[in-house]
């Protein structure tokens, strides 16, 4: 009789165990939920790439307004801070892969000279306005001044 009843207990035991709906329920939400995340990373992304844009651009600009500072202390003497082609093509080695140089703009002139309105009114004053741009970012502007 004992071997009747552990045979009768086992075909009368319910199996466990997840149904074929429960498991594709399963599957739409996990699917949905992926779908989720990868839109999240992609803009995620973008959001690195233009971060990216922004640092590496103002870091060129940065180099190229400290070497015409550099060049300035030294009295103007130095042919990039003639006009503003020459001081462009001094920074033009201020790159990086994937990156173009920045532009310089330079307007020189003395104290009385027209937009030149930041230049000291010191007589025989030499004042030259610099302004580093690259892309859409603010200019780097720097007036150098010879006294």
Known sequence: MKPARVAAHVFNCRARGFTLVETLIVMVVLGIAAVTVANLSSSLFQ??????????????????????????RNLFSDSCLADSAAATACCSSFTA????????????GNSGTTGMAACPNSAGSDCKLISVTRGGLKPVTLMLILN
Do not use: D, F, H, W
């Open 47 to 72: 959001g690195q790439t233009t971060n990216r844009e922004i640092v590496v651009g103002s870091q060129l600009m940065q180099e190229c307004a400290e070497s015409l500072l550099a060049k300035g």
């Open 97 to 108: 892969t994937g990156y173009s140089a920045p532009t310089v703009t330079l307007t020189a």
